[in-house]
């Protein structure tokens, strides 16, 4: 924020105070990133081709680069996403989450093996320097689970993989509050 946008762009980052930013998903991720210690906040739209593309490191890179955050302090919330076991690609497009890591591509020898999207996203911002406690997915057990299914949630989400054409949007969003000044 505060520059001429892109002539498109999935992820946007600010330090600005009570301004709220948002990123869409129907079975895409919503990517959340909060850097408590710089005050900077960040959020990405990260279907397959996106995290194939490299937007959630793009998104933690524009913050350090623009505000100063430190990767080691950003935490990341990976949204509610669809899951490896409603989503499918093509050999071709699995084999890329392959090589990011084997555990990201089931069924790799079908012709349409089951991708976890979400754990690739994991893996890339680890091998990018977030601490692997930073980020809250569906791996967390401390913690509620906010990455469930989309597709296996019909009565929670929207799902373009579950309802074709017939969807509808979910948002993440965030924003820096005020400092609460007061004396109490």
């Known amino acids: 924020m505060g520059k001429p946008p892109p002539s498109s762009y999935d992820g946007i980052v600010t330090n600005r105070v009570g301004v709220v930013i948002a990123a869409p998903g129907a079975d895409c991720m919503p990517l959340l990133f909060t850097d408590p210690v710089a005050k900077v906040i960040g959020v990405a739209?990260?279907?397959?081709?996106?995290?194939?593309?490299?937007?959630?490191?793009?998104?933690?890179?524009?913050?350090?680069?623009?505000?100063?955050?430190?990767?080691?302090d950003i935490v990341a919330v990976i949204g509610p996403s669809v899951g490896p076991c409603c989503f499918s690609l093509d050999k071709e497009s699995a084999e890329h989450f392959h090589s990011i890591d084997p555990s990201c591509v089931r069924g790799r020898g079908s012709a349409k093996p089951y991708i976890d999207i979400r754990l690739a996203t994991r893996i890339l911002l680890q091998q990018g320097g977030l601490l692997p406690h930073h980020i809250q997915d569906d791996r967390v057990s401390d913690r509620p689970n906010l990455t469930l299914c989309t597709a296996c949630h019909p009565e929670q989400f929207f799902?373009?993989?579950?309802?074709?054409?017939?969807?509808?949007?979910?948002?993440?969003?965030?924003?820096?509050?005020?400092?609460?000044?007061?004396?109490?």
Do not use: C, Y
């Open 45 to 72: 739209h990260a279907g397959w081709k996106g995290t194939l593309m490299g937007i959630a490191m793009a998104t933690v890179s524009a913050m350090v680069t623009e505000f100063g955050s430190k990767v080691t």
């Open 159 to 184: 799902s373009h993989v579950r309802d074709g054409n017939h969807f509808g949007t979910q948002i993440g969003f965030l924003w820096i509050k005020e400092p609460n000044n007061s004396p109490l």
